[in-house]
């Protein structure tokens, strides 16, 4: 940004000072022997005191890496059939243990990301930096050796630093616009800037050339690329973990479970169990675990079906509909394209909608999709194209607003945001294979399963959303302020309590 050097960025983020937080929150410490969460109806109490020119140049390096990401993450897809052809496979599906290596890297990577950004918070831009770069670089060897042993090793290895990239530019995006009602929107465009790379990656792919003796420069054209979008971040100072409530607030909290009969370390007097310090009503392990397991299987299925699409619909096209390559990559790119543009729709719908309203719309747009495929799609390539974009649109948003629907419901914190990122991995992981296998035994396998993974999804939406509802009553019931109608726990909150932007920029002024 201009007229804003490094050595003003690091004298404005030195007032900031690392409260030492880390990225596993409240809702899911280590030691911890109980669970708790943000009410509904409430938000959390951690802030946002990234400077405002900080948080833009830092959102456009987020954006940047995630262009880099689709476009690497999507690349398998269009290719395959020739990477298969060059090993001297008949078909694509023989390489599906390619999906497996992905997803296993992609497990790997969002975990370690989780820790080692707990770990070294002040540092994490310089270490997404280095993940990007790595990842472009595997990337761009991957069919270099014509040994399949080799090429399961570098889409593994591409795979582990994609995962911490993807994981690393959530977490610290949700960061940085915590207390700014621009937070949805910007998740949204983050989204939006994935769909770019996927959208782009079969379109450079062909372009290049998709016959065997183009895969070299194919790769190493997406592997360069995706690199050199990772480079910018690393010239923005790493953001501090968010700040936690004021001290006074903690005591206010000890002093009223005092009256309550509560002890110094948090226990009840009479009967010795746990009690949430900041809410009467702490949520049982039990059914924070079990909304925790709904969260991992929505990305277990939303993963599950846009991968298996993403990876497929081009040998859905030159198996099941008996076209050209060239006609596969053009299929992937209208889903890809479509679910782009969903989310840039989303960016600006997310202003004028509930999530809870957005998410129905796309739950059905996907749905409508879903009927197509099956009924019109495996017999016409026309049918195929409009079901793949309509899928695409309704799959849009469905992976940003579920994160913000867990930040809102479960007040979940980076360690938990990592668990969610990973049940997605394992579905990448398993899905696509699986999806592999049934293909090659049935022709008309990659509609149906779409079907029941986007099924599974909605099922899984709803038990977050009631958990919610329903907790959001226990509250009131307790606090004595009514029921649910009085929090409005029906809709997300999109303000979030804390320091505005003006207040953040006059405190670090002072």
Known sequence: MA??????????????????????????????????????????????????KLRLRATAGYF?????????????????PTLAKVHGLSSGAALAPLFICRGVGYTVGTLAMGRIGSVHAGHRHKILTVAAVSMGFFAALTPTFVNIVALYVFVLMYSTFGGAVDLGCNVLLVEIWTGN????????????????????????????GLQPSQMQATWAAIGITSAVLGVPLWFVPSPRPPLAPAPTAAKDADASGAEKGETSDGTDSESGDKVDATHPVAISRFAFG?????MSLYY????????????????????????????????????????????????????????????????????????????????????????????????????????????????????????????????SVVLPLFVGLLM???????????????????????????????????????????????????????????????????????
């Open 181 to 208: 009602e621009a937070g949805p929107s910007a998740m949204n465009l983050l989204h939006f800037m994935w769909g770019v790379g996927s959208f782009l990656s079969p379109l450079v792919a062909e372009g290049v």
């Open 64 to 80: 940047s890496m995630l262009i880099g990401l689709g476009f690497t993450m999507s690349a398998i897809g269009p290719t395959l």
């Open 290 to 294: 079990a909304a925790i397991f709904a």
């Open 440 to 510: 090659s035994v049935s022709a008309h396998a990659l509609p149906w399963a779409v079907v029941v993974l986007i099924s599974l999804q909605l099922g899984s939406y709803l038990f977050v959303y009631q958990y919610g509802n329903h907790d959001a009553a226990v509250v009131a019931a307790a606090d004595g302020t009514g029921g649910v109608d009085d929090v409005d726990a029906g809709e997300f909150d999109s303000d979030v309590d804390g320091l505005s932007d003006d207040d953040a920029d006059d405190a670090i002024q002072l």
């Open 3 to 52: 007229g804003l050097g490094d050595e003003d960025d690091e004298k404005l983020l030195s007032i900031c000072p690392d409260d030492g937080v880390g990225d596993v929150g409240e809702s899911g410490g280590e030691s911890g022997s109980t669970i708790t969460a943000t009410p509904v109806g409430t938000t959390s109490s951690r802030t946002s005191a990234f400077p405002r």
């Open 300 to 427: 277990f299925c939303y993963s599950g079906a846009e991968n298996a699409l993403g990876d497929w619909l081009a040998t859905f096209a030159t198996t099941t509909l008996q076209k050209s390559p060239d006609d596969g990559a053009n299929l992937t790119s209208v889903f890809w394209a479509c679910l782009t543009l969903g989310r840039l729709l989303g960016a600006v719908t997310s202003r004028l909608a509930t999530p809870s309203q957005i998410i129905a719309s796309d739950f059905t747009m996907a749905g409508l999709g879903c009927v197509l495929l099956v009924v019109w799609g495996a017999t016409s390539l026309t049918g195929a194209y409009i079901a793949a974009g309509l899928i695409g649109t309704g799959l849009s948003t469905l992976y940003p607003m579920g994160i913000m629907l867990a930040q809102q419901k479960l007040n979940v914190t980076g360690g938990w945001i990592s668990v969610f990122i990973s049940g997605g991995t394992i579905g």
